[in-house]
Nanobody, 115 residues
């Protein structure tokens, strides 16, 4: 019902910035929440940021103050602005959308923070 396509991952130096994009298509009217999760090698998947239909936002403890989630309703797209990146931010970042019955996931985009 919902398709998610991520873009924007890549290699960046510590202290640098990246912006991830996630474009949604399909039955987007049913979506209640959209956001990003990440999974680093050997670690559990964790919440990065999420935004609900009423524009409430929630950020993971490890990214609070450095990452900003926004959306462009006209483009059906959410963005994750990632600033002050650290090597610990290296992970595969997955776009997520949820409605009352299902969770939808993008295929993931790799972010590597390294010199």
């Amino acid at each position: 019902q919902v398709q998610l396509v991520e873009s924007g991952g890549g290699l960046v130096q510590p202290g640098g910035s990246l912006r991830l994009s996630c474009a949604a298509s399909g039955s987007i009217f049913s979506i209640n929440v959209m956001g990003w999760y990440r999974q680093a090698p050997g670690k559990q998947r964790e919440l990065v940021a999420a935004i609900t239909r009423d524009d409430s936002t929630n950020y993971g403890d490890n990214v609070q103050g450095r990452f900003t989630l926004s959306r462009d309703n006209a483009k059906n797209t959410v963005y994750l602005q990632m600033d002050s990146l650290k090597p610990e931010d290296t992970a595969v970042y997955y776009c997520h959308a949820g409605d009352f019955s299902m969770d939808y996931w993008g295929k993931g985009t790799l972010v590597t923070v390294s010199t």
